[in-house]
């Protein structure tokens, strides 16, 4: 009976994943510009409607802007030149996004979400926030709700966490403490993309179409490098090393390869052959 | 004196009595038509501008709550989209001015001059109704202006003129803390005055009063030298001409002339016998002379 019922869960949960991974965990709604989706190590066009799932990686484009209706109810627009991680889902983390770089505008809805910086997380349960990120350094605004602020170590542990309440504005430097205000500055908002300033429409009903995905372009190295260098390289060298079959990809690597031990293995084996043992 | 001279001098008595009374009794009508429609007018503006003020009321600026978080909009606020309103409208009659004179605003250019402060007080102390109609001397004349207050009826209003801390930071960065908080619900913080110089609506009468007096008096012309012609034609003329020719025989002069005429009118009546009184009398005198 016990053997019976654990095939059945088993069933189930395979069920249930083929099913999420049918969906996504989210539909793209707004696209302007051309936005694009990078989805192993492949670039797609981006359409309204598509599905995004865990690990794609979205790119607004310059000039364009894109917005993603999540299962749970929240909805992110990436604009302004932003680059967005859709972290794989954890025990802990359900749902996780990784700023990389851009302007990123978040309402989130309960169970909520959290964003990932180079620098700090942001835990929002409920509510909306806009948020700017530029390599290690990175700001945000509370516009409505409020946010736990959990700063990483070194080792991207969880470090000290601080609440941010509405109407509340943080910055934190490349190498330096936060800083906190209790208004937007004017700069922030001269810099933001305009649409920011109104909320996030809803507009999932609206996506019903489920468009093919158009294929855009195979990564290059340019591109590839900023996720190589990143707190994630080891997935990141293992979801690209596809891309070593490309002898143009190859060659671009060629002089940073000391950066990528397990791809200089795969491409240089003969340097770590086993060397003949000493004759006794 | 001449027939012609008497009746002249009556008719253009008659006429310049006339032309006085009508004269008065139009200048009276038209400057007070003048001074209503111009208070139409100001009330259809007046309700034009109040228009204004709900429409951002009650639709724009719930669609700009969440931008204020930014930045502030003046245009989310009533006051600011009426008096807007009321600009646009200016550039097609510039006569008209619009101000939500107010005691303590946030916008500087809201605040209340002495004669309007003056007018809020009415307002507030109840000494005037719903709407205070007058007029005021300024440097360009005399103006009319239209004043309705204006009260806080809404709990949107006291989300910006309450407190300073619960005003919108971004409000504040623009007008700054010192000004526009403290109202209360049901006080009243100002007047909507329209205000429209004189010299328009008395210069809109006086110009139909001459129109119309211009047209009464060459009316009264016409009349005066057609009823001159036909004076002359009619009357004068033949009845001189029936003196001249009865003078004559009345001389012994028998060869005068005839007394003839086309006409079956009084005169031609009177001819006709005269004419027969003339032949008579020929008779007479052949048979005297027989």
New interface residues.
Partial sequence: MTCSRNWLFLGLLLVSGVALAATGIGTVTLVEGSPRLLRGATWYKLAAGVRVDEADILAAGEGGQMQVAFANGSRANLAGGGLLYLVPASRTIPLALALHSGWLKLDAKTPGLRMRTESFDLVIAEGALVARAEAARADF?I??GRARVIELTRKGGDGPARDAKR?EYWAKPDDGAFTTA???P?AF?QA?PRH????LPALAEKAKAKPALVVDHEITYAEAQPWLAGSDRAVFERRFASRLRDPEFRKAVEPDIAHYPVWDRRLHPDKYAPKDAPAK | MKLIWKFNLVLLGIFLLGFVIAGYISYRALQANAREEVLQNARLMMESALSSRNYTTTQVKPLLA??L???FLPQSVPAYAATEQFDELRKKHPDYTYKEATLNPSNPRNRAADWEADVVHMFRNAVAGGEVIGERDTPGGRSLYLARPIQVKSKACLDCHSTVEAAP??MI?LYGAANGFGWKMEEVIGAQIVSVPMAVPVARAEKTLVAFMGSLALVFVAIFVLLNVMLYTMVIRRVTQLAGIADQVSLGNMDAGEFKSKSSDEIGVLTEAMGRMKASLVQAMKMLNA
């Fill in positions: 605004f516009e409505s109407g209790d208004r937007v004017k908002v933001m920011f300033t109104d909320r | 969440n931008q978080k930014y930045v930071k971004t960065d």
